[in-house]
């Protein structure tokens, strides 16, 4: 299995909603990320979590909140957000496995993403 | 401040010719370096990658070049086809901190039958 699942595809939701993005790999990766895009944008980096603990936040505001309940399992919980967060969320995960002594062969395996739009 | 650059938005190609996408970087850091090909509305796909110790590695019409004297890095597709089409982005990532991939901001590639 190297599928990332994302669920749902597609999320209308309003600004006073609270909603949540779900992501599973069953590929045995100890990292999983979450990346927003823009239209015509490169994917932006916003979490990162390594073995079940949260190792990078880009500065993200505390509006999106991200939990990951096991190793296979990442979640994005979603509140008060403003039309300009209207993008499509890709989970993404890798192996989280250092090379030592030389370089990182670090891959990423992204999943089809959740269209958003906030109204 | 973007790390990794794709400056051509768009290249058009026709189908059976050669492809040739191409990325610039500025932190010598990077070691690890991947191609990516994503259709509208789904998630990137892997397509390629290779490490600062080879100049080149292929994968049967894929081929990726490393020139790291000009922190310089091309995809090249032979031969090309429709289904080629697709925005590809270049990234680029460090040993010391390999979680982090730096996007550049894609090329769209269309492949005219």
């Known amino acids: 299995d190297t599928e990332v699942t994302q669920t749902p595809k597609h999320l209308v939701m309003g600004m006073t909603n609270k909603k949540s993005l779900k992501c599973e790999q069953h590929?045995?990766?100890?990292?999983m990320y979450w990346y927003k895009q823009k239209a015509k944008k490169p994917p932006e980096l916003m979490f990162v979590?390594?073995?079940?603990?949260?190792?990078i936040n880009e500065s993200v505001p505390s509006r999106f909140s991200p939990e990951c309940p096991n190793s296979s399992l990442l979640n994005l919980h979603l509140h008060a957000l403003q039309p300009e967060d209207s993008a499509l969320y890709l989970c993404a995960s890798s192996q989280d496995r250092p090379r030592l002594g030389g370089p990182t062969n670090e891959k990423l395996f992204f999943g089809s993403g959740t269209q958003l739009s906030v109204l | 401040d973007q790390q990794v650059k794709q400056n051509s938005p768009s290249l058009s190609v026709q189908e059976g010719r050669i492809s040739i996408l191409n990325c610039d970087y500025t932190?010598?850091?990077?070691?690890?370096f991947l191609w990516y090909k994503k259709y509208p509305a789904e998630g990137p796909t892997f397509l390629i990658s290779i490490s600062s110790i080879k100049d080149k590695n292929e994968d049967g019409r894929f081929t990726v070049f490393l020139n790291k004297s000009a922190k310089h890095l091309s995809l090249h597709i032979v031969p090309s086809q429709p289904g080629d089409s697709a925005v590809y982005f270049c990234?680029?990532?460090?040993?010391?901190?390999?979680?982090?991939?730096?996007f550049g901001s894609g090329t769209k590639l269309n492949v005219k039958p």
């Open positions: 990234a680029a990532s460090r040993v010391d901190n390999f979680n982090k991939f730096y």
């Open positions: 590929m045995g990766h100890r990292a």
């Open positions: 979590y390594s073995y079940e603990k949260l190792s």
């Open positions: 932190n010598s850091m990077f070691d690890y």
